[in-house]
Nanobody, 124 residues
Framework: QVQLVESGGGLVQAGGSLTLSCAAS????????MAWFRQAPGKEREFVAA????????YYADSVKGRFTISRDNAKITVYLQMNSLKLEDTAVYYC?????????????????WGQGTRVTVSS
């Protein structure tokens, strides 16, 4: 069973920082595009950031550009999301996702594997 396991969520004050991690269970994930999505209460799941399997390309939603950084360590088969200058509107459950066809897409439908999510709450 392929697994993605997120960690690092929690409660943080506005303006603060958090780093999320996503550990994959198979080394084949090192060849997959990886992404972070988030889902706020009552809203649809939305794209946050994506990174190509070879580290060369990254892509961000406009709402997080300049504040969030996605990275990966293929030796550890782990993807990270460094979140700085957090805002109240960043509050959501954050999901890690993997695309076996490495398309670096922004749509939920383009990703084959999903983690269980980690909750991030930003307080004022």
């Amino acid at each position: 069973q392929v697994q993605l396991v997120e960690s690092g969520g929690g409660l943080v004050q506005a303006g603060g920082s958090l780093t999320l991690s996503c550990a994959a269970s198979r080394r084949t994930f090192s060849r997959y595009a990886m992404a972070w999505f988030r889902q706020a209460p009552g809203k649809e799941r939305e794209f946050v950031a994506a990174i190509s399997w070879n580290y060369y390309s990254t892509y961000y939603a406009d709402s997080v550009k300049g504040r969030f950084t996605i990275s990966r360590d293929n030796a550890k088969i782990t993807v990270y999301l460094q979140m700085n200058s957090l805002k109240l509107e960043d509050t959501a459950v954050y999901y890690c996702a993997a695309d076996s066809r490495s398309r670096l897409g922004t749509s939920v439908d383009e990703y084959d594997y999903w983690g269980q999510g980690t909750r991030v709450t930003v307080s004022s």
